[in-house]
T-cell receptor
Framework: EAQVTQNPRYLITVTGKKLTVTCSQN?????MSWYRQDPGLGLRQIYY???????DKGDVPEGYKVSRKEKRNFPLILESPSPNQTSLYFC????????????FGSGTRLTVV | DAKTTQPPSMDCAEGRAANLPCNHS???????VYWYRQIHSQGPQYIIH???NNETNEMASLIITEDRKSSTLILPHATLRDTAVYYC????????????FGKGTKLTVNP
């Protein structure tokens, strides 16, 4: 089944403890993005990637890192999580050519205490 | 980025057509209109997109006005599972690859 897989689905962690949220897609898509969703603020883009080793900042990149070493994987790294990064996170991907829509993962609900 | 205006909420009876409007009067000539929906806190789901012509797929139909300043998403036979927040998003691929999600329309399908 064509899909975007995020792990973990739920995570509770403590302030300052480095964590990685993984994202993997099996559709050979070039473009991948990370979004966070917060009540009243909607979905906002954190980072995106247009291909392997090509990444760029979205609207809210502070406190996050990403890497794109392989086409299928686009992990989101929080080096020193803080409570204001408590949020619902979504990874998405789409083909690089053509006006296709994005396929989103099921989400990762992160709580930083 | 083009601004969009959608009604905050709509209701529809199960089995009837749901017509969701979107105003995007500042859309540029090379921006498509994309529609996504989000069921509760699941990941957004792509529905349909169009540039100038009306479009139809297995999920919905998209009607775009001739001046491209507004569009309507039509779910021909709404079911309870179509209850969701629907987002209309102007998008130009080849740019920043950013989807700007507004507040959308909360569609409630009633039995």
């Amino acid at each position: 089944e064509a899909q975007v897989t995020q792990n973990p689905r739920y995570l509770i962690t403590v302030t300052g403890k480095k964590l990685t949220v993984t994202c993997s897609q099996n559709m050979n898509h070039e473009y991948m993005s990370w979004y966070r969703q917060d009540p009243g603020l909607g979905l906002r883009q954190i980072y995106y990637s247009m291909n392997v080793e090509v990444t760029d900042k979205g609207d809210v990149p502070e406190g996050y890192k990403v890497s794109r070493k392989e086409k299928r994987n686009f992990p989101l790294i929080l080096e020193s999580p803080s409570p204001n990064q408590t949020s619902l996170y979504f990874c998405a991907s789409r083909p690089g050519q053509g006006a296709y829509g994005y396929t989103f993962g099921s989400g990762t609900r992160l709580t930083v205490v | 980025d083009a601004k969009t205006t959608q009604p905050p909420s709509m209701d529809c009876a199960e089995g009837r057509a749901a017509n969701l409007p979107c105003n995007h009067s500042t859309i540029s000539g090379n921006e498509y209109v994309y529609w996504y929906r989000q069921i509760h806190s699941q990941g957004p789901q792509y529905i349909i997109h169009g540039l100038k012509n009306n479009e139809t797929n297995e999920m919905a139909s998209l009607i775009i006005t001739e001046d491209r300043k507004s569009s309507t998403l039509i779910l021909p036979h709404a079911t309870l599972r179509d209850t969701a927040v629907y987002y209309c998003i102007p998008y130009k691929w080849g740019g920043s690859e950013k989807l700007v999600f507004g507040k959308g329309t909360k569609l409630t399908v009633n039995p």
